[in-house]
């Protein structure tokens, strides 16, 4: 006859090996911790584990659990006091102004120029042709810069769904699309312009704002935008 498995409560943090302990483990590769073992650095204690998991099973998130007031953790959540409420409170907040700081301190995208500012030094110094993808959020500033092509960009080599599956990833909304032209001629060719215009047609049905697309030549100093000469975009 089968037997009903039954729910073991996990184990006390005092009696796991050093290695497994959640406080070690946070000490020593904090990145590779999951949710559980954070939040039981944090709670601390010999249930802290057993803790954590009814923290998060309470609120069902890391951001519930911040929207939350310490005094209301402390009286929904069996083994959490007021201190290691507050204690919570103030990590969870910490994260949130760390996040804003790095927000601010990303590049801020208005104008060709400054597109072209991040990528034109590195582009110049490339021996063969790259297509990079910049993925901007709704306040233009930079999240990442997608190199997505080495080799020929011609219309016929450029599969228009790639220059999107970053910034669908990373939810971005806008995006600004750039390639070198390593003979040293930043004109756009009419390859280069047929590319343009099907990404700028992709974009519209993605609901995602192709805001130029920037050509580096072999001068660090020297790049064309299309959108300034409207040459894709329509």
């Known amino acids: ?18 290695r497994e302990r959640p406080i070690h483990r946070v000490a020593e590769a904090p990145t590779a911790c999951n949710v559980i073992e954070l939040l039981s650095a944090l709670v601390g204690g010999p249930r802290q584990i057993e803790t954590a998991e009814a923290l998060l099973a309470r609120y069902g998130s890391l951001r519930a659990i911040r929207m939350a007031s310490a005094s209301e953790i402390a009286a929904s959540v069996h083994g959490i006091g007021q201190q290691t409420a507050a204690r919570l409170v103030s990590a969870l907040e910490l994260g949130r102004r760390l996040a804003v700081e790095v927000e601010d301190e990303r590049p801020l995208i208005h104008s ?14 490339l021996e063969q042709e790259e297509m990079w993808v910049l993925l901007l959020n709704t306040r233009n500033r930079l999240i990442e810069i997608d190199k997505l092509y080495r080799g020929s960009t011609n219309s016929s080599q450029v599969r228009v769904g790639e220059v999107f599956k970053a910034a669908i990833r990373r939810n971005a909304t806008s995006i600004v699309v750039a390639h070198n032209h390593p003979s040293g001629d930043s004109s756009p060719s009419p390859d280069d312009v047929a590319v343009t215009r099907a990404i700028v047609q992709a974009g519209k049905t993605l609901d995602i704002d192709v805001l130029d697309h920037i050509i580096c030549g072999r001068n660090p100093t020297c790049y064309v935008s299309l959108k300034e000469r409207g040459l894709g975009f329509s």
């Open 1 to 18: 006859m089968k037997q009903l498995a039954f729910y073991q409560s996990p184990p006390r943090a005092d009696a796991l090996p050093l």
């Open 112 to 125: 060709p120029a400054d597109a072209a500012n991040l990528i034109q030094y590195d582009m110049s110094l």
